[in-house]
């Protein structure tokens, strides 16, 4: 998908705030200069485009109390879509990647308890019969924070790592 600068200047305003308003389409129409359908119509094209891959609010698990891990597993090739299927179809699980390595199938699950955490898991190796899951708790968390600033056809990096406990 093309993107000219009108695209650019309402990615620019959603990538990090999406405004939590009762027309939060008149808001960034109002930042991009078009009118509120039309900045819709450009959000909504973007997103089928497959350049905006979501569009929802993003929680601190830990604020909410919430316990997270990675998780990696080993997937015979001819199963990875049938195990992808049985992790996605968990709300909890956030995250879910192919990856090249003896562990091919790598994704987050984020739960109120520790607990929850082993019953999904235990429920994946048996459904899947994937005997070997590894899950891997976070020690310590360092928040990257990435904005994309677009531009005059180009975009730049700002990003920030931030420490946090």
Same mark, same amino acid.
């Given at each position: 998908?093309?993107?000219?600068?009108?695209?650019?200047?309402?990615?620019?305003?959603?990538?990090?705030?999406?405004?939590?308003?009762?027309?939060?389409?008149?808001?960034?129409?109002?930042?991009?200069?078009?009118?509120? *359908?039309?900045?819709?119509?450009?959000?909504?094209?973007?997103? *089928?485009?497959?350049?905006?891959?979501?569009?929802?609010?993003?929680?601190?698990?830990?604020?909410?109390?919430?316990?997270?891990?990675?998780?990696?597993?080993?997937?015979?090739?001819?199963?990875?879509?049938?195990?992808?299927?049985?992790?996605?179809?968990?709300?909890?699980?956030?995250?879910?990647?192919?990856?090249?390595?003896?562990?091919?199938?790598?994704f987050t699950?984020?739960?109120?308890?520790?607990?929850?955490?082993?019953?999904?898991?235990?429920?994946?190796?048996?459904?899947?019969?994937?005997? *070997?899951?590894?899950?891997?708790?976070?020690?310590?968390?360092?928040?990257?924070?990435?904005?994309?600033?677009?531009?005059?056809?180009?975009?730049?990096?700002?990003?920030?790592a931030e420490?946090?406990e």
């Amino acid at each position: 998908m093309e993107l000219d600068n009108i695209d650019r200047s309402i990615l620019n305003i959603i990538q990090s705030g999406f405004p939590v308003d009762p027309h939060p389409y008149k808001v960034i129409a109002d930042g991009a200069g078009v009118t509120e *359908e039309e900045a819709h119509r450009r959000v909504m094209a973007m997103k *089928e485009g497959g350049v905006i891959r979501r569009i929802g609010a993003s929680y601190d698990s830990r604020g909410l109390h919430f316990t997270s891990t990675l998780c990696s597993v080993k997937v015979p090739p001819e199963l990875i879509d049938a195990v992808v299927a049985k992790i996605n179809s968990y709300v909890e699980v956030t995250h879910n990647y192919q990856r090249n390595h003896a562990y091919n199938i790598w994704f987050t699950v984020i739960a109120e308890t520790p607990d929850r955490i082993d019953r999904i898991l235990k429920e994946i190796q048996g459904a899947t019969g994937c005997a *070997e899951i590894r899950n891997m708790p976070a020690l310590k968390n360092f928040k990257i924070k990435v904005d994309f600033k677009f531009k005059d056809g180009k975009e730049q990096s700002n990003g920030a790592a931030e420490d946090e406990e």
